[in-house]
């Protein structure tokens, strides 16, 4: 059974959401967010860590970057640990989500969510949060793999692929960033994650968008 949470911190996050749609990206503060999970249900595994960072198309914030690791209340497997670079001791004495959820929050409030393939963290946030507060937890959030995969993953640029016998572009976190010029992270570090998403995000905004593009052509 989960633990409850506090709503009051729910309540001033949606409050202070930045939900204009017209609003230019490059007027919008901005927080990458990833989460690295026991498996890939939210109705069987749960969140193993939380990495965020703020940023905005002139800069990331670094030295602001975040990472909580948790406790899945539905347990966990020794390998899904290690995968993510996490220790299973660290795991055994982490707290629950429900303890975090109001610095989590804090760090999100007033800033556009931007994450790389947004149904895993949709999917798991919107679980976990009603578990412990019984509130629905959606809202919009730009993804930077569906830019990806707008670009490389249309019908003709698919059927060109396969007439000249090639592979479909890899719209991974890391291959994505090679096409910029952007270094390799080691993945499945939920802050690096999170860092690797802000710079490919400003890379995708520099090259295929402007600063005045509305949050509301991005977002999902």
């Given at each position: 059974m989960a633990r409850r949470a506090d709503t009051r911190a729910l309540r001033d996050f949606y409050a202070a959401f930045p939900d204009n749609p017209e609003a230019a990206i490059g007027d919008t503060p901005l927080v990458a967010i990833d989460l690295e999970t026991?498996?890939?249900?939210?109705?069987?595994?749960?969140?193993?860590?939380?990495?965020?960072?703020?940023?905005?198309?002139?800069?990331?914030?670094?030295?602001r970057r975040r990472h909580w690791i948790l406790r899945p209340p539905r347990g966990f497997s020794g390998e899904s640990v290690a995968y993510h670079h996490i220790t299973h001791s660290e795991v055994e004495q982490a707290p629950d989500l429900a303890d975090?959820?109001?610095?989590?929050?804090?760090?999100?409030?007033?800033r556009l969510p931007v994450v790389h393939?947004?149904?895993?963290?949709?999917?798991?946030?919107?679980?976990?949060?009603r578990e412990r507060t019984g509130s629905v937890f959606r809202f919009p959030l730009i993804d930077t793999m569906e830019i990806e995969a707008k670009r490389h993953r249309r019908r003709w640029r698919?059927?060109?692929?396969?007439?000249?016998?090639?592979?479909?572009?890899?719209?991974?976190?890391?291959?994505?960033?090679?096409?910029?010029?952007?270094?390799?992270?080691?993945?499945?570090?939920?802050?690096?994650?999170?860092?690797?998403?802000?710079?490919l995000l400003q890379a995708q905004i520099q090259h295929h968008?402007?600063?005045?593009?509305?949050?509301?052509?991005?977002w999902v």
């Open positions: 026991s498996g890939l249900d939210p109705r069987q595994h749960g969140i193993l860590s939380v990495g965020l960072v703020p940023f905005t198309l002139d800069g990331i914030a670094v030295a975090v959820l109001p610095e989590i929050l804090a760090e999100l409030q007033g393939y947004h149904p895993v963290e949709r999917r798991f946030l919107d679980r976990a949060v698919l059927r060109l692929r396969r007439l000249l016998r090639r592979s479909p572009a890899s719209i991974r976190l890391n291959d994505s960033r090679i096409r910029y010029g952007l270094p390799p992270y080691e993945g499945h570090q939920a802050v690096l994650d999170a860092i690797g998403t802000a710079e968008y402007s600063r005045s593009t509305p949050v509301g052509q991005l």
